[in-house]
């Protein structure tokens, strides 16, 4: 595998992953595109402006897609609405207490101790 990061195509779709993959996406689609329609009998600007869709229709099909990947970088906490200070609380033993009690603490609610 480090060979194959040592091709300079390779590396630079190693930097910038998502416009290699909207290249790799828009390529495909385009020979797709002209696979299918070639006896269509579509003029040149028809061809242009389909490409041109084409290519476009790929960019929003990665950007989308990243949408995903952004939402993967965020901390859990933030997904599932909890502040750092909050999850410290919940985390920390402090010896005092068990753990549901600093749960209870973090989190603003009672419960009612063991007998």
Same mark, same amino acid.
């Given at each position: ?11 630079? +779709?190693?930097?910038?992953? &998502? ?18 329609? &070639? ?72 419960? +009612?101790?063991?007998?």
């Amino acid at each position: 595998m480090q060979s194959l990061e040592n091709i300079p195509p390779i590396k630079w +779709a190693f930097t910038h992953p &998502r416009i290699a993959a909207w290249v790799v996406l828009s390529v495909g689609m385009v020979v797709l595109l002209v696979i299918e329609a &070639r006896d269509v009998g579509l003029t040149a600007f028809n061809w242009v402006s389909l490409i041109v869709m084409t290519v476009l229709v790929a960019g929003a099909c990665i950007w989308i897609v990243s949408w995903e990947d952004e939402d993967e970088s965020e901390p859990l906490n933030a997904k599932m609405g909890q502040s750092t200070t909050e999850t410290a609380a919940v985390t920390a033993d402090t010896g005092n207490g068990s753990s549901s009690e600093a749960k209870s603490e973090a989190t603003g609610t009672t419960e +009612a101790p063991d007998k």
